[in-house]
């Protein structure tokens, strides 16, 4: 991924780069995003312990926002490190003024109080913190920090229960890192979303892991200022501080018992690495025994979404081979049946793969090619009987997370939405752009065909096509196009010599 964005990060000085705000700009420059700094303190300290902590002066801090803007306007800030009360005074100055600029700005703090190494950094007052908090948009304190803002000694979800009782937080990430517990689990809730979505991962034996926390919260701030959602952008960070902590674990011998950071990051994450739950909502769909039929990846290149029987015949009558009956005005139960019917008919006529979107059962019965199901349809469809049935599955995601869980149930083919703005549906998620989509494919590498949709127009198909997808899925640039037999005949150019290249 290459969309460059600006981050600005607030916290203090750590000589050996393990901690603090040079370890945050090369986070930033290893996931080729521009960084900047501001400096809370200089400290004397490594991965050993911090030997000495010198604040800089609040008008010093002052200054350093001054000189930042004059260069540039951040999409997010990451905060850490803050040692007084006065510095915090500034800071929620400038996040307010910074707010009314771009009103968009995303903050995460990461409430540095100690070192993992042991010392004593920062004598912020509690009502410091809590103001500092109700400025932010994401805490992601470890359990001590934690249980030291709560003054409690719970643990998990109930832990983030105390912390919102006390702290005006919108999201919080609590990092398990500190937990004690076999499986290190990251737990994200926030306030709009029901439950807790979390991330497990192995404890590796990597011994000396002084600012992993700095680095989860680096990687967490650039995967925001990428947009992605939260859940998103704390499963890749997740992954990120993983894959660099498992290189300094394969490389430990050759690097001797330095600290685990000399050994270098690992770059945009670019697989699946690590299990995620959600506590209420949507669970994981149950891993099915068998993967679901393949497609004839030729006949799907060009993906009409249809909302009408009629539709779907013109469509196949052109030569289209790949059609979904995508019905959402239907309230009489005989006359739903009888357009799936019809449509599974002229699927075998054409010898075409037509697809029923959402009336899983009535496709069964009525032995439907296959079926294209949303996010949401996963936790309430018999997916076992649609497999039993022999029928082909399609399923909508919208993110990493959603791609994850999609892949669970080893479908025959993934749609990635939507790419573009659309006027056909109401969507709850932003449009992904061109580079996520490629990111996305790149992801996936190939475990699943792939259909990009959501506003892709003819002049759209090309740079499309060119992210890798297997296919493009089109409504109004075929339904609401002037002439449709022009425009289709105009996707099949474009599509045919992109696979002939
Ligand atoms: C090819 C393709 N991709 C995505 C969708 C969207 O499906 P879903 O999320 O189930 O939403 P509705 O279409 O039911 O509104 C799709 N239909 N086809
Ligand atoms: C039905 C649908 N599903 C989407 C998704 O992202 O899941 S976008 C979409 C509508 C696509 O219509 P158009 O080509 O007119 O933009
Ligand atoms: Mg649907």
Redesign the pocket.
């Known amino acids: 991924m290459n969309n460059e964005t600006v981050i600005w990060t607030i916290g203090g000085l750590d000589p050996s780069n393990g901690a603090g705000i040079s370890r945050d700009l090369a986070v930033f420059q290893n996931l080729q995003q521009r960084g900047y700094s501001l400096c809370t303190a200089v400290t004397a300290q490594n991965h050993m312990g911090v030997s000495c902590v010198q604040p800089v002066k609040a008008d010093v801090l002052n200054q350093q926002f001054q000189a930042l803007l004059e260069l540039s306007s951040p999409s997010v800030i990451k905060i850490s490190m803050i040692a007084d009360d006065a510095q915090a005074t500034v800071i929620a100055h400038w996040l307010e003024k910074l707010r009314q600029q771009n009103p968009q700005l995303f903050v995460v703090y990461d409430p540095v109080l100690s070192a993992s190494a042991g010392g004593q950094l920062s004598t912020l007052s509690g009502d410091a913190i809590a103001a500092l908090c109700a400025n932010c948009d994401l805490l992601c304190p470890n359990y001590h920090e934690a249980q030291a803002l709560t003054e409690s000694q719970k643990g998990g979800v109930e832990l983030i229960h105390e912390l919102n009782q006390k702290l005006d937080a919108r999201a919080v990430v609590l990092k398990g890192g500190h937990s004690g517990c076999e499986a290190v689990e990251d737990l994200l809730w926030q306030h709009n979303r029901a439950g807790t979505f979390s991330v497990k991962a192995s404890r590796l034996a990597v011994s000396k892991t002084h600012g992993t926390g700095c680095t989860f919260a680096a990687a967490l701030s650039v995967f925001v200022a990428q947009n992605f959602e939260l859940e998103d952008a704390l499963y890749l960070a997740k992954c990120y501080v993983f894959e660099a902590l498992q290189q300094a674990e394969n490389n430990v011998r050759s690097a001797g018992n330095g600290p685990w950071h000399t050994l270098g990051l690992p770059g945009w994450p670019k697989h699946r690495q690590l299990d995620f739950a959600f506590s209420e909502q949507a669970g994981l769909p149950a891993e099915l025994a068998a993967p679901f039929p393949s497609i004839d990846r030729e006949k799907f290149r060009f993906?009409p979404?249809l909302d009408s029987i009629d539709w779907v015949r013109w469509a196949l009558g052109q030569g289209v081979k790949t059609v979904?009956l995508?019905l959402k005005d239907a309230s009489d139960e005989q006359q739903l049946r009888q357009h799936i019917r019809t449509a599974v008919k002229l699927g075998r006529r054409y010898d075409a793969q037509v697809f029923i979107?959402?009336y899983w059962a009535l496709a069964i019965e009525e032995g439907a090619y296959g079926v294209?199901?949303?996010q949401e349809?996963l936790a309430s469809a018999d997916l076992n009987a649609i497999a039993a049935a022999g029928l082909r599955l399609?399923l909508?995601t919208h993110s990493i997370v959603e791609i994850e869980r999609a892949c669970r149930v080893q479908p025959s083919y993934i749609?990635l939405?939507h790419i573009f703005p659309t006027q056909t549906?109401d969507m709850p998620s932003q449009p992904q752009g061109l580079t996520k989509l490629g990111f996305y494919q790149q992801w996936l590498a190939d475990r699943f065909p792939t259909?990009a949709?959501g506003g892709i127009s003819l002049q759209r198909a090309k740079p499309v096509l060119a992210q890798g997808v297997s296919s493009i899925?089109v409504v109004t640039a075929l339904t609401k196009a002037s002439k449709p037999g022009e425009a289709l005949q105009q996707f099949n150019g474009v599509v045919n010599e992109h696979f002939s290249q």
């Open positions: 993906y979404v979904q995508r979107n959402d294209h199901l949303g349809d399609g909508s749609a939405g549906k259909v949709i899925a």
